[in-house]
T-cell receptor
Framework: DTEVTQTPKHLVMGMTNKKSLKCEQH?????MYWYKQKAKKPPELMFV???????INESVPSRFSPECPNSSLLNLHLHALQPEDSALYLC?????????????FGSGTRLTVV | AQTVTQSQPEMSVQEAETVTLSCTYD???????LFWYKQPPSRQMILVIR??????QNATENRFSVNFQKAAKSFSLKISDSQLGDTAMYFC?????????FGAGTRLTVKP
C-alpha cells in the first residue's frame, strides 16, 4: 500500500458544527503532516507529527485540533470554523521527519464552511 | 528563512513540444533538497522529480529533467514531448533542515 487516504473528500459544515478530517497511511511512515491550501495558492503547513507526537504547530488557531492516535492515523478536529477556513486540506506522510525523499500526499478534503 | 520563487504564474505548450518551468530559491544552508511536484485537477500532489544539492548531475525522470544551477540558486524543470496529462499546477519545493516549503506554483496547460 503506497497511498495516503483522506476522508471525507468533500465536507460542508456550519460555523457551529464539530467535524473531523481523517488521514490514514499503511506505509510505515512515522511523520505525518497537515497542510491547508487555498484556491490557486501553494499548500501551507499547519501541523507536523513525528512518532505520534506533535512536532510543529505553525501558529494555527485553536479551532483546529490535530490528533495522532497511532502511527497510521492522523485526525484534524474542527470546531467553530469561519468561512475563511474554507480550503483544501491535504495530509501527507514521510518515512521520518526531515528525510529528504519527498512526501506522499493524499487527495485532500475540500472543506466549505457556511 | 528560505524562499522559493516561481516567476511564471501560467504557461502553455502545444502537445509534443518542450516547455521549461523556472524556479529560484534563497537559502543559507549548504545541504538541501529540491523537488518538483505536480497537482492536476484531481488535487493529489504528485512527486515529479527530486534533486540533492550536493549532486552536480541533473536529475532526470523519463520526459522530465531539471537544470540545477547551485551557485545561481536556480532549479528549472524541462518537460519534453508534452502530453495532455501533463496539464497541472507545478510547484517547486525546497527542503532544508526543516520541512518542505513551496513556491507559488506555475499553472501549465498542454494544448492539443
Amino acid at each position: 500500500d503506497t497511498e495516503v487516504t483522506q476522508t471525507p473528500k468533500h465536507l460542508v459544515m456550519g460555523m457551529t458544527n464539530k467535524k473531523s478530517l481523517k488521514c490514514e497511511q499503511h506505509m510505515g511512515h512515522r511523520a505525518m503532516y497537515w497542510y491547508k491550501q487555498k484556491a490557486k495558492k501553494p499548500p501551507e503547513l499547519m501541523f507536523v507529527y513525528s512518532y505520534e507526537k506533535l512536532s510543529i504547530n505553525e501558529s494555527v488557531p485553536s479551532r483546529f485540533s490535530p490528533e495522532c492516535p497511532n502511527s497510521s492515523l492522523l485526525n484534524l478536529h474542527l470546531h467553530a470554523l469561519q468561512p475563511e477556513d474554507s480550503a483544501l486540506y491535504l495530509c501527507a506522510s514521510s518515512p521520518r521527519q526531515g528525510e529528504p525523499y519527498g512526501y506522499t500526499f493524499g487527495s485532500g478534503t475540500r472543506l466549505t464552511v457556511v | 528563512a528560505q524562499t522559493v520563487t516561481q516567476s511564471q504564474p501560467e504557461m502553455s505548450v502545444q502537445e509534443a513540444e518542450t516547455v521549461t518551468l523556472s524556479c529560484t530559491y534563497d537559502t543559507s544552508e549548504s545541504n538541501y533538497y529540491l523537488f518538483w511536484y505536480k497537482q492536476p485537477p484531481s488535487r493529489q500532489m504528485i512527486l515529479v522529480i527530486r534533486q540533492e544539492a550536493y549532486k552536480q548531475q541533473n536529475a532526470t525522470e523519463n520526459r522530465f529533467s531539471v537544470n540545477f544551477q547551485k551557485a545561481a540558486k536556480s532549479f528549472s524543470l524541462k518537460i519534453s514531448d508534452s502530453q495532455l496529462g501533463d496539464t497541472a499546477m507545478y510547484f517547486c519545493v525546497f527542503m532544508g533542515n526543516n520541512d518542505m516549503r513551496f513556491g507559488a506554483g506555475t499553472r501549465l496547460t498542454v494544448k492539443p
